[in-house]
């Protein structure tokens, strides 16, 4: 309940931004349409079928990037390194009886229901024009995994960015750093495109990274591209990933905070 | 005009001088600026990679008009995108008034009181990838060319400069805005691809974006000796108009301004 009460303040401070989350969202939404546009002029040169993709379920994929990118990626590293670690917000949050993870975890989750929200309609507006060439998962199963698929992934993308704010306990220069990750994750995710479209060298890269399991599997997923076996799959790597990654966060957190010096306020 | 190159000239001594007080910051932004450039440039590199040619552009030329835009986009971060910020955070913290009491023209000081040398990087990154993807398709280029090349480079730079101008001017109406900025930024990406691509799509997206697919595009042609006279009108047609149009707006936009501060 407690958790609950700070999602409702948050929210309320996140809906006078609505406009400008707009903004936002259009921003996030023209990157994608840039390379849509590629694909279609592509495939309008070079026939019906790309790699076992056509170009309606193609296009799906860059609409639910726009979805995935504004409610799953998370942007609370620069919160964490910024306002709490440098600025020394974090005693406030080591004198309540929360754990901070939960606590960070409820500010942020108005930012991606807003955005998401924008994303959505986006979706439903693109839904109802060319519905005959989407397949959404329809089976209970199906729309079962995929909820489970998204939900790792947010916490995988979230636990990520949380470890990415803690490194500022070691790092001053943090901002080279967190916009080297942003250029990383857009591209190993597939975020600029399908992983299968990759070059080989850079699929493996990829694939052995968690990045693809906070994007690019829910969207296939979504897409009902992925076969039994490889719903399991995706899952258990998940979890895997979502346990290393808990691990590390823990780990530099209790690290962290025996370096963290903070002045009274 | 002379009173303003010389106020540029100490403005631009200022800001070196901020450069070296916030050196760590300056190495930042570099770094930064340097990945995102490899980023432009890695996904052309990617979603072109599967294929030799598109749009009747060889895969290589399609990477070189990458390059140029990495060029062009440097250049233009370095001189004008720092203001932009700048004026977008002047607006949400009601710190305009300033500006507009200052004994210059609020154009000029809305568009060059910050200089950005870190995006310095992108333009080397651009020039590097520039001359060895010349050399290795072997293009030969002529004096009058790479004239033609530099003076088209200015006007691409312009041509952005006067979108985004346009686009900040309606931060006087809604100065909460200030992330329209940010939306720009983006804006810029549309540049790095073939017009050819837009017109295959549709007439009508070609028409729609035509102000930007110039931007990169007519250098590009230019450079290699395939521009034609209309590429060449075009481009200075468009971009003239639009610094006109802009300024107007400007000027129409100021009008309706409300102070926030005392």
């Known amino acids: 309940m407690r958790y609950v009460n700070i999602f409702l303040l948050i929210f309320q401070h996140v809906t006078n931004f609505r406009s400008r989350i707009f903004i936002w969202f259009l921003t996030s939404f023209l990157n994608p349409l840039s390379l849509l546009i590629f694909w279609i002029a592509v495939f309008r040169e070079k026939g019906d079928v790309l790699a076992g993709w056509s170009l309606s379920s193609l296009s799906t994929y860059y609409f639910l990037i726009i979805i995935a990118a504004a409610f799953i990626i998370v942007h609370i590293e620069e919160d964490v390194a910024i306002h709490d670690i440098r600025e020394g917000d974090l005693i406030k949050y080591l004198l309540r009886p929360f754990s901070y993870y939960w606590m960070k975890f409820f500010d942020e989750i108005p930012w991606r229901i807003i955005q998401g929200f924008f994303g959505f309609m986006a979706f439903i507006i693109f839904y109802l024009l060319f519905s005959k060439f989407i397949l959404l998962p329809h089976t209970l199963v199906g729309i079962t995994t995929t909820f489970l698929i998204v939900l790792l992934a947010f916490f995988i993308s979230f636990t990520f960015k949380m470890i990415i704010g803690l490194t500022a306990f070691w790092f001053i220069d943090f901002w080279g750093l967190q916009q080297i990750i942003e250029v990383v994750i857009i591209v190993l995710a597939g975020l600029i495109m399908p992983i299968e479209f990759f070059p080989h060298w850079l699929k493996n890269i990829s694939l052995i990274s968690p990045f693809p399991y906070m994007i690019y599997y829910p969207i296939l997923s979504f897409q009902s591209k992925l076969i039994d076996s490889q719903v399991i799959q995706t899952v258990l790597i998940q979890i895997f990933w979502l346990a290393i990654l808990y691990l590390i966060y823990r780990f530099l957190w209790s690290r962290g905070l025996k370096k963290f010096t903070g002045v009274g306020q | 005009m002379i009173r303003y190159l010389k106020i540029y000239k100490a403005l631009m001594k200022i800001n070196l001088i901020a450069l070296f007080t916030y050196r760590a910051n300056f190495i930042n932004s570099t770094i930064s600026s340097f990945f995102w450039g490899v980023f432009a440039i890695a996904t052309i590199v990617l979603i072109t990679s599967k294929t030799s040619t598109l749009f009747g552009w060889k895969r290589e030329e399609i990477i070189l008009l990458t390059a140029v835009y990495t060029l062009i986009v440097g250049i233009f971060h370095i001189f004008f995108a720092r203001n932009f910020e700048r004026f977008s955070r002047l607006m949400m913290w009601g710190q305009f008034d300033s500006v507009l009491l200052k004994p210059l023209d609020s154009q000029f000081s809305i568009s060059f009181w910050e200089l950005n040398y870190s995006a310095i990087i992108r333009v080397i990154l651009g020039t590097l990838l520039l001359v060895y993807l010349i050399f290795s398709l072997s293009y030969v280029i002529n004096l009058f060319n790479l004239i033609l090349f530099l003076s088209f480079l200015i006007v691409g730079v312009v041509t952005l400069y006067t979108l985004w101008f346009f686009a900040a001017s309606f931060l006087i109406w809604v100065p909460e805005l200030s992330n329209i900025i940010e939306l720009m930024y983006t804006v810029n990406g ?52 639009f610094l006109i149009i802009s300024r107007f707006f400007w000027r129409f936009a100021l009008r309706s301004y409300t102070s926030a501060s005392n």
Do not use: H, Q, W
């Open chain 2, 190 to 241: 549309f540049t790095r691809y073939p017009p050819e691509m837009f017109k295959r799509v549709s007439g009508f997206l070609f028409i729609f974006t035509l102000p930007i697919v110039f931007v990169a595009s007519s250098p590009f042609k230019t450079l290699i000796g395939r521009a034609n006279y209309i590429d060449i009108f075009a481009s200075f047609f468009i971009c003239g108009l």
